[in-house]
Nanobody, 126 residues
């Protein structure tokens, strides 16, 4: 089991930027695909971005605006979010899935994820 702790959420105006971090409990990067999902009020949890080794995959809704990256030395995954829109408002969850690719993680439902963080709230005002 992987422990995941998110940080970096907050309130930002539309067009602004935020950076989220996900601290992991161990040497996850060699065995896990790491990703970010989000859940808006009244909606299902949806995929945002994933990374495995140096290969990243994004949801169409965030492509070109969000960037996922990882730092092996710090056991941390990041999500840089630029040009934020009110529809990006959601709780953002860090996720880990053993032995898969970033692209495969992108088409998984929540049931396919091994481990979740508790989430961090991102609110984008118009």
């Amino acid at each position: 089991q992987v422990q995941l702790v998110e940080s970096g959420g907050g309130l930002v105006q539309a067009g602004g930027s935020l950076s989220l971090s996900c601290a992991t409990s161990g040497r996850t990067f060699s065995m896990y695909a790491m990703g970010w999902f989000r859940q808006a009020p009244g909606k299902e949890r949806e995929f945002v971005a994933a990374i495995r080794w140096k290969s990243a995959y994004y949801a169409d809704s965030v492509k070109g605006r969000f960037t996922i990256s990882g730092d092996n030395s710090k056991n941390t995954v990041y999500l840089q979010m630029n040009s934020l829109k009110p529809e990006d408002t959601a709780v953002y969850y860090c996720a880990a899935r053993l032995g898969t690719t970033a692209q495969a993680m992108g088409v998984m439902t929540s049931d396919g994820i091994n481990d979740w963080g508790k989430g961090t709230l991102v609110t984008v005002s118009s």
